[in-house]
Structure formats: C-alpha cells, structure tokens
T-cell receptor
Framework: NAGVTQTPKFQVLKTGQSMTLQCAQD?????MSWYRQDPGMGLRLIHYSVGAGITDQGEVPNGYNVSRSTTEDFPLRLLSAAPSQTSVYFC???????????FGPGTRLTVT | GENVEQHPSTLSVQEGDSAVIKCTYSDSASNYFPWYKQELGKRPQLIIDIRSNVGEKKDQRIAVTLNKTAKHFSLHITETQPEDSAVYFC??????????????FGAGTRLAVHP
C-alpha cells in the first residue's frame, strides 16, 4: 500500500517548456487535489477532482490543466512553464469520510 | 474571498515550555479546521483537527480550541520537545458541491524548540 505517490521528485524546466506532474493513489479515494507551496504563502489549491471525469478549478488554476480518467491517477499539466511556476507541488487525496487529506511527497519544480 | 490568517510567523521556545499558534478565518461557512505539521523537505501531515460542532479537542500534548463566534482557532502544544520543531499550518475548510472540502491554508508558523 503505497498511499499517494508523485513523480518526478525534482524537475528543472526552461521557460516555455511543457511537462506533466504525475500523481497516483491506491487508497480508492474519490477526492484528489493539487496544491502549490511557496515560501510564506502556505499551500494554495490549483485544481481538484471529486471523482473520475470531474475536475474543477481552485484558487490558482492559470497555467495548469488537469484530467481524471481513472480513480487512481490525477496528472497536472504545465502548458508553457514560467518562472512564476517555480514551486513545490503536492498532490493530496481524501476519502468520503473522515475529512483527513493525505499528501504525496511533493515535486520540487524549478523554471529557469 | 476566503482567507485564513495565522500568527505568529515564527515562534521560538525553550524545551518544556508551551507554544500557542492562532488562526482566524473569514468564511462563516467553514466547518472543519485541521492542523498540519511539516518537517523540512517533507510532506504536510495532519496532527489534529476539529469540527465546527466541537469547541475543544485534545490529543496527548496537543490541543485545538475553536471559537466560532469570533472565527478563531488555536493550536496549543504543551511540554514542547526538540522534535516538535517544524512548520505548522492551520486550515479552514468549506464543503463544496460534490462533497469536496476545500482547504484554505494559513501562511504557516515556524516553531523552533531549543534544548
């Protein structure tokens, strides 16, 4: 039982490049989210999903796309990377009850 | 819009002292208040949470209090130990369509416990 996994752990991109951050869970949780963490700003919600085929925007969705074709996977796509997207990205999952969200180990992304 | 303010941003205590971190939230519909601990380079981990129908909850050396009227909630750590050193985040949650509980996080408190 791996819980929530994220790949890669580290990534360096050049401005304008695109990439996909992977998130997978084996807990059969309905709810999945992507957050970014920047110094002094806590965690901010990018996109979330309430089940396969259903996604919605969070607080800071611009520049990111998501899809949820299966319960297990929730990839985050950066369409054209910008230095402002340099951050640590966390995927999180939650079941129907209780409310606890489980975070993945994170991906540290640097855009030069 | 929704907002959570957290104070202080840094807190330094001596081992054995108590530490208190305070948060205020703006959305009166918030109904769930978790606290996360994040060690350097690690993922946030839930340490305690409280629902809006409860005023206080305790788990060994940590406790959380909630004042719904004032929209305040606080984390209390007693008998602090060096391993309590970390960044602590509060959050307030509202339930959206589909049952998803959207978490709004505070900016974090860096707690240092000195031996």
């Amino acid at each position: 039982n791996a819980g929530v996994t994220q790949t890669p752990k580290f990534q360096v991109l050049k401005t304008g490049q695109s990439m996909t951050l992977q998130c997978a869970q084996d807990m059969n949780h309905e709810y999945m989210s992507w957050y970014r963490q920047d110094p002094g700003m806590g965690l901010r919600l990018i996109h979330y999903s309430v089940g396969a085929g259903i996604t919605d925007q969070g607080e800071v969705p611009n520049g990111y796309n998501v899809s949820r074709s299966t319960t297990e996977d929730f990839p985050l796509r950066l369409l054209s990377a910008a230095p402002s997207q340099t951050s640590v990205y966390f995927c999180a999952t939650r079941g129907a009850q209780p409310y606890e969200q489980y975070f993945g180990p994170g991906t540290r992304l640097t855009v030069t | 819009g929704e907002n959570v303010e957290q104070h202080p941003s840094t807190l330094s205590v001596q081992e054995g002292d108590s530490a208190v971190i305070k948060c205020t939230y703006s959305d009166s519909a918030s109904n769930y208040f978790p606290w996360y601990k994040q060690e350097l380079g690690k993922r946030p981990q839930l340490i305690i949470d409280i629902r809006s129908n409860v005023g206080e909850k305790k788990d060994q050396r940590i406790a959380v209090t909630l004042n719904k009227t004032a929209k305040h909630f606080s984390l209390h750590i007693t008998e602090t130990q060096p391993e309590d050193s970390a960044v602590y985040f509060c959050a307030a949650s509202i339930t959206l369509y589909g049952g998803y509980n959207k978490l709004i996080f505070g900016a974090g408190t860096r707690l240092a416990v000195h031996p």
